[in-house]
Structures are given as C-alpha cells and as structure tokens.
C-alpha cells in the first residue's frame, strides 16, 4: 500500500488526510499541536511522534503547514523531511507561502536528489472536506504526473502553472483578484443602499452584467442573494480576513521584490489590515462589507 507521510493537520490538513484515507492510501500524520494531534487521531488517523517517524516509510510527503518560516523549518531543519526521507520520495507542499522560500525549499530538495512540487491549494475548508480543491502546482512536468493520482483524491483540478514556485505565483495572484474584488462588491453594495438600490436588485442586475464576479455570485459579501454565502451565517469561516491579509501582503512583497506595480492590491492589504485591527481577523473576509458600509463594531 502507498505510504504518505502528512504533516500539518490543521484545518485544511486534516480533511485532505482524510480524504487520503478514505482513498485507500496509509497515511501517517504529524502536527506540532496537541490538539490537532488529538483530532486527527479521533479521526483515525495514525500519528507519528517526530517528523523523523512519521515521514521515513512513506513514498510522499505532504506539507500543509501556516506559512514559509514553518515550511521552511519542517524541510530544512536538523531531524525534519530532508533528513529523513527515503530515496526516490516525491515532496508536496500545499501550503500557501512566498515564492522565494518555495524556491530555496525546492533548490534544496533537489540538490539532495529529490523531487518536489509547491502545490498551493484554493478552495478552503470545505473544499477540502469535499475534495474539491483546485491545486495550482509548480514544479517539474514529471514529478506531477507521479502526483496527480495523489492530489485528484484531494481536488478535482490539478492544473500545471510552470516551474518551482509558479504554483505560490498563481495564488498570490489568484487572491490579489479576490481581495480587491471582494472590495469592489462591498462599495458598491453599499453605495447602492444608499442610493435607494435594493441589495437583491443590484445583485439581479450585476450578476448578469459587466459587474459580474465570483465574489458577487458565489460569495456575496451582502446576506440574502446567495444563500450559502459567509454573509448568512453572522460571516463565520470560509477564509477568515486574517488568512485574506496574510495573502495580499505575500503579493505587496512579491511585488516590491519584482518592481511590479499593484496599487489596488497594496489598498486591499491596508483595508484587510484596519479590519484585523478592529478584532475582526478571525471573520470571514466578506464581512469587511460591514466596514466599508460603517456598520462594522470594533470587537
Ligand atoms: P491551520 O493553522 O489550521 O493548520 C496548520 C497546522 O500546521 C496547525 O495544526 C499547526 O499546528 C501545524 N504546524 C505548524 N508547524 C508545524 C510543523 N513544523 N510540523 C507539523 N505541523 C506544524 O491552517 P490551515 O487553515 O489548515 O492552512 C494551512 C495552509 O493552507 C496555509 O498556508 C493557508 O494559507 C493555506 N490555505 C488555507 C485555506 C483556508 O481556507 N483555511 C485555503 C487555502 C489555503
């Protein structure tokens, strides 16, 4: 039976191991935290004690892990992947991290002879309980082949972007759209209210007009419209605006790093910034409707 060593058990971690699980695959899990540690043990899954234990038999590695410094650290560190992967194992990371540190993770895997890909996912939480992920992979053309059948049990798109690190390329800019779509949504919803324009009319009209966008139609940060929208549930998670925040400032330093020029996402970021500071990082990222409305309470 194929071994996949899972390190990373968290939100987004432990629904993808499970899907693993369910696959027919021998997943072996780490997690640094006692309580994710104890979920995914309740969840049956088989824990090692130290990434030494938990990676050695396996045939892939996978890491889902909060963001560079930790991918960093689970790969590179004495006693982590790097050191005790067996030969001929192929590294997945589905983290969403900095190009830069992807690259190095990658230069560095290669040069001891193994394979790895940057395998960011979108999606969030539901997406991997129901394993529909969209995979955005960055790496070599073969290695992903050896991966695809892996990933398909944990997504429905497995989609080449190019070489190590356009896989963190493609989410950083995939979410630089998001974010300042979500704001554009949001202005308008609230202008509209003022101008005497129904939300539900606005939102009959756009979403059939050049206005149209994911964040209208799939996540509409106004309750009523799309009934399984955050903005029906008081804005509980979905992708909370501190996970928001974490990506637009990966594309301001991306950017600053490449000279490219982003003001809207650099506006995005600072917005995603004023709502974390008000206590609301942990909401959903479409609740920062409730401020550009000044409706939002500082918590
Ligand atoms: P999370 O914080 O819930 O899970 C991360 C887990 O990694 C935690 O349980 C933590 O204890 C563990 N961890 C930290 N350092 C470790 C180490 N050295 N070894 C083993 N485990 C370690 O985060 P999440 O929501 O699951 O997100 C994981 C990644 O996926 C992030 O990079 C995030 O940006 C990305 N992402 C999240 C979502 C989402 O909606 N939550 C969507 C797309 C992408």
């Known amino acids: 039976m194929t071994v996949i060593a899972f390190l990373g058990l968290g939100n987004m971690g432990l629904p993808m191991a499970k899907n693993l699980m369910a696959a027919g695959f021998d997943v072996r899990g780490f997690d640094v935290a006692a ?3 104890e979920r995914a043990a309740a969840a049956g899954i088989r824990l090692g004690a130290e990434i030494a234990d938990t990676v050695r038999e396996a045939q892939f590695v996978i890491t889902m892990l909060p963001a560079g410094p930790q991918v960093r650290e689970a790969y590179l560190s004495p006693g982590g992947i790097l050191d005790n992967a067996a030969d001929g194992v192929l590294l997945v990371d589905c983290s969403t991290i900095d190009v830069e540190t992807a690259r190095e993770v990658h230069a560095e895997a290669r040069s001891r002879g193994f394979a790895m890909l940057d395998a960011p996912v979108s999606g969030g939480v539901a997406g991997a ?6 995979f955005m992979v960055g790496g070599e053309e073969e290695a992903l082949k050896r991966a695809e059948p892996v990933l398909a049990r944990m997504g429905r798109a497995v989609i080449h972007a190019g070489p190590a690190g356009t896989g963190q390329a493609a989410k950083i800019c995939n979410n630089l759209m998001l974010g300042i779509q979500m704001i554009s949504v949001c202005e308008a919803f609230a202008l509209a209210e003022r101008l005497g324009l129904a939300a539900d009319r606005l939102f009959a009209i756009a979403s059939r007009s050049s206005g ?6 799939h996540y509409c940060p106004v ?10 549930r008081g804005y509980r998670p979905g992708f909370t605006a501190s996970m928001m925040l974490k990506d637009l400032r990966l594309a301001q330093e991306a950017a600053a790093r490449v000279g490219a020029v982003t003001p809207l996402g650099a506006e995005a970021c600072q917005l995603y910034a004023l709502y974390s500071a008000l206590g609301h990082g942990g909401t959903d990222f479409s609740g920062i409707f409730e401020m550009i409305a000044g409706k939002a309470n500082k918590l």
Do not use: D, F, I, Y
């Open 35 to 37: 309580a994710a540690r």
């Open 129 to 134: 309980e129901a394993a529909t992920l969209t």
């Open 212 to 217: 149209q966008c994911w964040s209208l139609t």
């Open 223 to 232: 309750p009523g419209p799309v009934p399984s929208a955050p903005s029906n």
